[in-house]
């Protein structure tokens, strides 16, 4: 049964409850109306006609905020005609809910036509999700890896142009694909956003609604395609095994808790696409004799008690490591080829060899490299014309290479793909940026830890046209006062953050970042609020500013 209650708050604890027998915080229809005209129109008054038909679709919802949320991503998808909405009234009359008798069973049922009106390549991508425990926050950049593992999203194929003499667009990544699809599940409220970018535009995590998730569950265990989710008890905290409806030998394993070793977690002959060992307070660790079980992975995240094994698994697409158990900085050679690796992170760090005469693709799939010491090696492999497709790189600079970062970085502008660069310095030595050789197309630079932060240093930066995000992390400046801009420097900036940079003033010349929409200021020693320059003061409720505070008087 469901105890009927009414609040104001319209969304706030409706349909939380795990008890079957659930306690729903229900919508008037005045309140179910404005939830409804909210999602589907944003800010835009509809005409009468199509709201008389929008309350009537709202009001078969039962004032169940998620069914009215998910059901108004269906109608935001058609076009804003009277025909289709009334077509739409017509498709929706069948879920109404006027007596829900079994709790979430139902519920479950009733939220099932968002899954139907989903085109027909992005199911397998929503039930997917079912994989993740509750209240996971997915990261994005990991799920959509998964997607292309699995091989629920191919490459399109690259078509020979035609008659017209214009050229054609270049194909999208699989990536991009799957950027469209998440797009497309949070526009119908199938998925939460979690969390945000630093631009505060794009989706880094998201989380599902547990009616939502079930729904994943309960539709890939019964759907003859797809793929099937069981949870066996005997393993980890927490574990997923997907499996193929068809019966083949490919799979996903996903596994939450203290797991040593997965070798045995997996049967003989079993083809795994995707490994995913949770994050890195409970990550499971892969060894070396996991390796033998897992010639044919696809996407690997966990800990790992090193790396050399892992380069040599031909079909690896995605490699997510969360920590190693070398004490020394992993060396990793690339002569085996790897020419379907995309993306590697790794957070215990690398330095790369390699030898020319053996790898010959030189990297063209790799989209990112996370992290990687800027060391004469990786000059080599930069003059030569590797990681031509490279979009984030990671780059570390140590002691021993401050004096070498004009030569070993030279080369670096030949990266024309290059849109996100991190630069962390392991040095107390100044470091000149205007010693490195910035790609043109950066979208986005991160510092951290820089030491002897210049105003030249900032100029450097405000020279690349198309910057759009700047993030200064553990940043130390060599003067009280920051110069950050003269007239025409930033001229795409958008974003601005400092975190813990030791600053007690930031000057900024008219005309310097002119399209700056947000700035963000977190626990900077030394500065105070008025002492930021006006053209960010003003920027009201897009400028976020927590002062810093000794650690003592925090106490206090």
Not at 48 to 60: D, F, Q, Y
Not at 515 to 523: D, E, G, N, S
């Amino acid at each position: 049964m469901i105890l009927v209650t009414t609040r104001d708050d319209r969304v706030a604890n409706a349909l939380e409850s795990k008890n079957p027998h659930l306690t729903v915080s229900l919508m008037n229809e005045e309140e179910s109306w404005e939830l409804f005209h909210n999602e589907v129109f944003y800010s835009t008054i509809c005409t009468p006609e199509l709201e008389a038909i929008g309350r009537s679709i709202a009001k078969t919802c039962n004032g169940l905020p998620l069914v009215i949320k998910t059901t108004a991503g269906i109608v935001a998808k058609r076009k804003k005609l009277k025909e289709e909405w009334e077509k739409s009234k017509n498709e929706l009359h069948c879920w109404s809910i006027a007596e829900v008798k079994d709790g979430r069973k139902n519920m479950v049922e009733v939220l099932k036509p968002s899954y139907d009106d989903l085109y027909e390549e992005m199911k397998p991508c929503f039930l997917y999700l079912g994989a993740f425990p509750e209240d996971e926050e997915i990261l994005v950049r990991d799920l959509i890896c998964m997607w292309i593992a699995e091989e629920f999203i191919e490459k399109p194929e690259i078509h020979a142009g035609g008659k017209s003499k214009e050229a054609a667009p270049p194909p999208m990544e699989p990536e991009d694909i799957g950027e469209r699809y998440l797009k497309e599940l949070v526009d119908r409220n199938l998925v939460q956003v979690a969390s945000r970018r630093s631009d505060d535009k794009g989706v880094k995590t998201v989380k599902i609604h547990d009616l939502i998730r079930e729904l994943c569950i309960s539709e890939s265990n019964k759907s003859n395609k797809g793929c099937s989710l069981s949870f066996p008890k005997n393993i980890g905290s927490y574990a997923c095994l997907v499996e193929p409806r068809d019966q083949s030998s490919t799979r996903s394993l996903f596994v939450h808790g203290g797991v040593k070793g997965c070798s045995h977690l997996i049967p003989e002959d079993c083809q795994v696409n995707v490994l995913y060992l949770g994050e890195f307070r409970y990550g499971g660790l892969v060894n070396d004799d996991d390796l033998k079980m897992l010639k044919s992975i696809r996407f690997l995240k966990g800990q790992c008690a090193g790396l050399y094994g892992l380069f040599k698994v031909q079909g690896l697409q995605t490699l997510h490591v969360l920590s190693t158990f070398h004490w020394k900085k992993d060396k990793i050679s690339i002569d085996e080829g790897l020419k379907q690796l995309r993306h590697i992170v790794c957070h215990s760090r690398m330095h790369l060899l390699v030898d020319a005469e053996e790898v010959k693709d030189k990297m063209q799939n790799l989209q990112t490299l996370l992290y990687v010491y800027a060391d004469s090696q990786l000059g080599f492999l930069l003059d030569n014309g590797y990681f031509a497709n490279l979009r984030t790189l990671g780059l570390l600079i140590s002691n021993s290479q401050v004096r070498l970062v004009e030569e070993n970085l030279r080369s670096l502008d030949r990266l024309s793909k290059l849109r996100k660069l991190e630069i962390d310095f392991e040095t107390y030595e100044r470091v000149s940026l205007g010693k490195i050789a910035f790609p043109s197309n950066l979208t986005k630079i991160t510092l951290v830890y820089f030491r002897g932060l210049k105003y030249e240093d900032m100029n450097a930066l405000g020279r690349i046209p198309r910057l759009q995000i700047l993030k200064l992390f553990g940043v130390d400046c060599s003067e009280k006062i920051l110069h950050c801009g003269s007239a025409g420097s930033f001229p795409q900036l958008e974003v601005f953050i400092m975190e813990f940079v030791k600053v007690e003033r930031i000057i900024l010349e008219d005309g310097a970042m002119p399209k700056l929409r947000r700035a963000v200021f977190h626990k900077c020693p030394g500065l105070k609020f008025n002492c930021l320059p006006e053209q960010m003061r003003c920027l009201g409720s897009n400028l976020l500013f927590v002062e810093h505070v000794p650690f003592g008087e925090e106490l206090e």
